[in-house]
C-alpha cells in the first residue's frame, strides 16, 4: 500500500527496533502503523499486546485485527478472554496495567505493546492506569503509543527515554488527510465561517444582563431549530453525518423528532430493512422493545447510539453504520473514541459538556476527537463541522480557542491504587516509595506538589498498616485479597476478612459485586430492599463509614467507593432467571448500564476468587458468575456471533 510520510517515518523507526509515539489528527491513519507492529511480529514468530481505553474499542479491534490475522487475535477485557495464549492480544488498559504489577504475570514472550489514544494518560479517573503501565513496563517490551495532536508530546516521550533507559522517537504529524470545513447554527441562521457565526452571537446576545447568561436552567432562550439544520444538510447532500450531544436522552429525543425525514432511496430502504432483520436475528434481540423502538427510525435511515442502549443493539446500528445506509446518527462522545466510523458531516449539538462539577466549553482537544470523524478519506474531498452555537452559553472567544487554539497538553493524573500499592509492596517493601520518582507526575511537577504526591503516597500505605493489609512490613492475607479488587479493594477486603463473605449465598454474591460496582446518577431513585439486600446493605455501611472518616483525616482523595444497592432487586430478578425486559420493569438503570454492571459484577466476582480464599467461595463466586452470564449478558456470545 501507498504510506503517508509520517506513516514511513514511523514504520522505519519500528524496523529499527525503536518504542515510537505517533501524534496525528483522528482520521489521520495511525491505525495503519499498529498493523505494520502485528504483521511484522507475526512474521517473526512474536507477540504484541494492543491496549485500548474502553471495551468497545477492544471488542472492535478484535473483530478487525482477526479478520486480517484469522485465528492469531486473542481478546481479554473483563468482560470476555478468547484465545487468551494468541500472538496478538487485544486488552483493555486496565487488564494490562494489572497483569504488569502482579508478581507472577508472564509478559516474556510479548516484545511490543501498542498504547491506543495514549493521550488517555490525562483522563482525571483513569490516567493513573496508562502512567503505572508504563512505569513498570517489563525492560524488554517496545512501546508504540498512538495519540491525538498534544503540544508536549516531546515531554512524554522525553519521561518514557529517562524511564526506561533507551530512545523513544517521535513521530508528528499536522495535516488532516481530508480538510475540515466549518459551520455555524445561531440564532436560526446558518454562518459559512467564524466572523459571521461571531457577529450572529453578540447581535443575539444583545440586551441580555451577562448575569443571566451561562445558566443552564435560564428562561431566556434563542431560537435555533436543530430540525431546520438536518434539513440543511438533506438539501446540501452533506450526509451521512454524526450528530454530536452530550445526554442520552437528548440523543434519542432528537433521532424522533426527525422521524418525518426520510433519507434513503426505495433501493436502500429495502437493503436496510434486510440487514436490520438479518442482523437482529444474529443477535438474538428482534423481541426486544428497544428493538421495536428503533426500527421505524432505521428504515428512514436514522439511528441513535449512547451507553445505555443494549450492547447488541448498538453493535446492530455500528454495523449499519459502516455500510453508509445510517444517515444520520445521534449520538454521545464515546462514538468518537478510536471506533472507525467516519462521515461527511460532524454536527456539535452543543459547544459545552460537563468536565468534573459543572458544565464548561469544550477542550480543544475534546472538540478535534470528534470533529476528526468528519471526512472519509478516499471518498470526500473535504469534511464538513457544523457547530451549533447558544450565545447565552457559550462566548465568541471560546469557539474561536477551540477552533484556533492549541490543544491542552497532557498532564500527569498519578494516583495509585491500593491494589497496586500492595502489590509493589509485596516485591519492594519500604523501597516502595522509591517508585514515585519514576512516574510522569515527578517529571512534571513542581516540588511542592512532588511532595503532596509522596504525602498522599505514605498516606496510603499507612492506612493499609492500620487497617491490617501490611503488618511487619509483610502483606498479610487480608492484604493479599484486596490487591486483587481493584477499586473496591477497601471495602470488600474488610467483607472478606470479618468472614462475611464465607457466609454468603451465590445470590448475596452477586447481589453485593453488583452493588460494589454501580454508580448512581444524580437523582436515580431507591428500590424497596429485600431482607437480605438490607443484610448487606447495613454490613457494607459499617465497614465504609469507618474508612472514609480515615482517609478523610489522612487526606486521601479519592475516597474509597462505597456499595450502592439501586440495582440489587434487578439483580436478585435475574438471578432467579427472570426475563430481561421484567427486569428492567422496576429497573432504575438503562438498559445498556445493567448489562454493564452485570458484566462488571462478574468480572470482581471472578477478581474474588484469584485472591486467598476457600476452596467454598469460589465455587459460590463461580456458580453466581454462571447464573449471571446469560442472553444479553453475556458478552462472549456478542462478540463470536
Known amino acids: 500500500m501507498q504510506y503517508d510520510p509520517f506513516q514511513l517515518q514511523a514504520i522505519e523507526h519500528i524496523n529499527q527496533g525503536h518504542s515510537v509515539i505517533v501524534a496525528a489528527p483522528t482520521g489521520a491513519g495511525k491505525t495503519v502503523?499498529?498493523?505494520?507492529?502485528?504483521?511484522?511480529?507475526?512474521?517473526?514468530?512474536?507477540?504484541?499486546?494492543?491496549?485500548?481505553?474502553?471495551?468497545?474499542?477492544?471488542?472492535?479491534?478484535?473483530?478487525?485485527?482477526?479478520?486480517?490475522?484469522?485465528?492469531?487475535?486473542?481478546?481479554?477485557?473483563?468482560?470476555?478472554?478468547?484465545n487468551s495464549g494468541a500472538h496478538t492480544l487485544i486488552?483493555?488498559?486496565?487488564?494490562?496495567?494489572?497483569?504488569?504489577?502482579?508478581?507472577?504475570?508472564?509478559?516474556?514472550?510479548?516484545?511490543?505493546?501498542?498504547?491506543?489514544?495514549?493521550?488517555?494518560?490525562?483522563?482525571?479517573?483513569?490516567?493513573?492506569?496508562?502512567?503505572?503501565?508504563?512505569?513498570?513496563?517489563?525492560?524488554?517490551?517496545?512501546?508504540?503509543?498512538?495519540?491525538?495532536?498534544?503540544?508536549?508530546?516531546?515531554?512524554?516521550?522525553?519521561?518514557?527515554?529517562?524511564?526506561?533507559?533507551?530512545?523513544?522517537?517521535?513521530?508528528?504529524?499536522?495535516?488532516?488527510?481530508?480538510?475540515?470545513?466549518?459551520?455555524?447554527?445561531?440564532?436560526?441562521?446558518?454562518?459559512?465561517?467564524?466572523?459571521?457565526?461571531?457577529?450572529?452571537m453578540r447581535a443575539a446576545a444583545q440586551g441580555v444582563p451577562r448575569w443571566q447568561r451561562f445558566q443552564k436552567r435560564s428562561h431566556i432562550r434563542i431560537p435555533n431549530d436543530p430540525v431546520d439544520l438536518i434539513r440543511h444538510l438533506k438539501e446540501k447532500q452533506l450526509v451521512p453525518c454524526i450528530y454530536f450531544c452530550f445526554s442520552r436522552r437528548r440523543a434519542e429525543g432528537l433521532a424522533v423528532d426527525i422521524q418525518g425525514f426520510d433519507f434513503l432511496t426505495p433501493e436502500e430502504h429495502t437493503e436496510i430493512k434486510t440487514r436490520f432483520r438479518a442482523l437482529i436475528e444474529k443477535y438474538d434481540i428482534a423481541h426486544e422493545p428497544s428493538t421495536y423502538d428503533i426500527a421505524p427510525l432505521i428504515e428512514r435511515g436514522i439511528a441513535y447510539h449512547h451507553a445505555g442502549m443494549l450492547p447488541t443493539l448498538k453493535e446492530v446500528i455500528e454495523q449499519l453504520f459502516t455500510t453508509r445506509l445510517i444517515k444520520v446518527i445521534f449520538t454521545t462522545e464515546t462514538f468518537a473514541l478510536g471506533i472507525n466510523m467516519p462521515a461527511r458531516t460532524v454536527v456539535f449539538d452543543e459547544l459545552r459538556k460537563i468536565y468534573g462539577d459543572g458544565f464548561r466549553a469544550l477542550k480543544t482537544r475534546d472538540f478535534y476527537q470528534m470533529a476528526g470523524r468528519a471526512g472519509r478519506r478516499g471518498i470526500d474531498a473535504e469534511g464538513f463541522v457544523f457547530c451549533r452555537i447558544d450565545p447565552l452559553m457559550v462566548e465568541a472567544e471560546d469557539v474561536a480557542r477551540m477552533l484556533h487554539g492549541e490543544p491542552e497538553?497532557?498532564?500527569?493524573?498519578?494516583?495509585?491504587?491500593?491494589?497496586?500499592?500492595?502489590?509493589?509492596?509485596?516485591?519492594?517493601?519500604?523501597?516502595?516509595?522509591?517508585?514515585?520518582?519514576?512516574?510522569?507526575?515527578?517529571?512534571?511537577?513542581?516540588p511542592k506538589n512532588r511532595q503532596k504526591a509522596k504525602h498522599m503516597l505514605r498516606a496510603k500505605v499507612k492506612i493499609l498498616k492500620q487497617l491490617g493489609h501490611i503488618r511487619k512490613n509483610k502483606v498479610t492475607a487480608k492484604g493479599a485479597f484486596a490487591a486483587q479488587v481493584y477499586g473496591y479493594e477497601m471495602l470488600l477486603a474488610e467483607f472478606f476478612d470479618q468472614g462475611v463473605l464465607d457466609e454468603l449465598s451465590p445470590g448475596q454474591l452477586a447481589v453485593l459485586a453488583v452493588?460494589?460496582?454501580?454508580?448512581?446518577?444524580?437523582?436515580?431513585?431507591?428500590?424497596?430492599?429485600?431482607?437480605?439486600?438490607?443484610?448487606?446493605?447495613?454490613?457494607?455501611?459499617?465497614?465504609?463509614?469507618?474508612?472514609?472518616?480515615?482517609?478523610?483525616?489522612?487526606?486521601?482523595?479519592?475516597?474509597s467507593k462505597a456499595c450502592h444497592f439501586?440495582?440489587?432487586?434487578?439483580?436478585?430478578?435475574?438471578?432467579?432467571?427472570?426475563?430481561?425486559?421484567?427486569?428492567?420493569?422496576?429497573?432504575?438503570?438503562?438498559?445498556?448500564?445493567?448489562?454493564?454492571?452485570?458484566?462488571?459484577?462478574?468480572?470482581?466476582?471472578k477478581e474474588m476468587t484469584e485472591g486467598p480464599v476457600s476452596d467454598g467461595l469460589k465455587a459460590r463466586a463461580h456458580e453466581a458468575i454462571d447464573r449471571i452470564n446469560r442472553d444479553v449478558v453475556d458478552a462472549e456470545k456478542q462478540l463470536r456471533a
Open 409 to 446: 497538553r497532557v498532564s500527569s493524573r498519578f494516583n495509585a491504587s491500593y491494589a497496586t500499592i500492595l502489590h509493589l509492596y509485596q516485591r519492594h517493601k519500604e523501597r516502595l516509595y522509591d517508585i514515585y520518582p519514576l512516574s510522569l507526575h515527578a517529571y512534571q511537577q513542581t
Open 515 to 559: 452493588s460494589a460496582c454501580f454508580e448512581p446518577r444524580k437523582g436515580m431513585r431507591k428500590p424497596k430492599l429485600s431482607k437480605s439486600a438490607k443484610y448487606l446493605q447495613r454490613i457494607g455501611n459499617d465497614i465504609i463509614f469507618p474508612i472514609l472518616r480515615a482517609e478523610h483525616g489522612l487526606r486521601i482523595k479519592p475516597y
Open 33 to 82: 502503523i499498529a498493523e505494520h507492529v502485528i504483521t511484522t511480529c507475526l512474521k517473526n514468530d512474536d507477540k504484541v499486546i494492543y491496549t485500548a481505553p474502553i471495551k468497545a474499542l477492544s471488542n472492535q479491534k478484535y473483530r478487525d485485527f482477526s479478520a486480517l490475522y484469522p485465528d492469531r487475535v486473542g481478546i481479554m477485557t473483563g468482560d470476555v478472554t478468547i
Open 91 to 200: 486488552m483493555t488498559t486496565e487488564i494490562f496495567r494489572n497483569k504488569i504489577v502482579e508478581e507472577h504475570s508472564n509478559l516474556l514472550d510479548y516484545s511490543w505493546v501498542i498504547f491506543d489514544e495514549l493521550h488517555y494518560l490525562d483522563d482525571t479517573e483513569r490516567g493513573s492506569v496508562w502512567e503505572e503501565s508504563l512505569m513498570f513496563l517489563p525492560d524488554h517490551m517496545n512501546i508504540l503509543g498512538l495519540s491525538a495532536t498534544i503540544p508536549n508530546i516531546d515531554q512524554i516521550a522525553g519521561w518514557m527515554e529517562a524511564l526506561h533507559d533507551r530512545p523513544v522517537k517521535v513521530v508528528v504529524e499536522d495535516r488532516r488527510p481530508v480538510p475540515l470545513h466549518f459551520a455555524f447554527q445561531c440564532a436560526g441562521r446558518i454562518a459559512d465561517n467564524l466572523e459571521q457565526a461571531q457577529k450572529s
Open 566 to 605: 439501586h440495582l440489587a432487586n434487578a439483580m436478585e430478578s435475574w438471578f432467579k432467571g427472570e426475563d430481561f425486559n421484567h427486569v428492567m420493569q422496576t429497573c432504575p438503570a438503562d438498559e445498556g448500564e445493567l448489562v454493564r454492571y452485570f458484566r462488571m459484577a462478574m468480572q470482581l466476582l
